[in-house]
């Protein structure tokens, strides 16, 4: 039985990033059940949610979705992306943004960004949110270069 929860998580993480739109790499079950909160899923203190809900993770950049009344969720992450050779992805942009415009990092190459590398990372900001560009984390970028 929990060979098959296993290969049907499998299955359906794969789905979901085959057939996304966003960039997304891992998913997680867990359990916010509290009595307290009955039939809510309670992710914190101050959060509990409904069934069918979702809400961004207050520790970390992912989004929880209540899947049910039992306090069953569903966490989704953000993807991983390999870094051109000599580079290395480094801090988030804005950890605290919503999901999944929080999973954008800066690129760290050695000798620093070129015009390849620079391209690259804005690319890659542009999977996890269009309006990544123009939302002035190229200005961010510049600051933190300087």
């Not at 891992?26 to 069934?51: D, R, V």
């Not at 069918?52 to 049910?68: F, L, Q, R, Y």
Request: glycine fraction near 10%.
């Amino acid at each position: 039985m929990c060979r098959q929860l296993n290969v049907l998580l499998l299955f359906t993480v794969l789905l979901y990033l085959g057939g996304a739109g966003q960039v997304t790499a891992w998913m997680a079950l867990g359990n916010y059940h509290n009595p307290a909160n009955a039939g809510k899923c309670t992710i914190s203190e101050t959060i509990a949610i409904s069934p069918g809900e979702k809400v961004k993770s207050p520790e970390t950049c992912a989004v929880i979705h209540c899947d049910n009344e039992n306090g069953d969720a569903t966490i989704t992450g953000c993807g991983s992306i390999g870094a051109p050779d000599g580079c290395e992805w480094g801090d988030y942009v804005n950890e605290q943004a919503d999901f999944p415009t929080c999973c954008a990092r800066y690129l760290n190459c050695v000798g620093g960004l070129n015009n390849e590398t620079q391209s690259y990372q804005e690319n890659i900001w542009a999977m996890f949110s269009p309006d990544l560009k123009n939302s002035g984390l190229e200005s961010a970028t510049i600051a933190k270069q300087q």
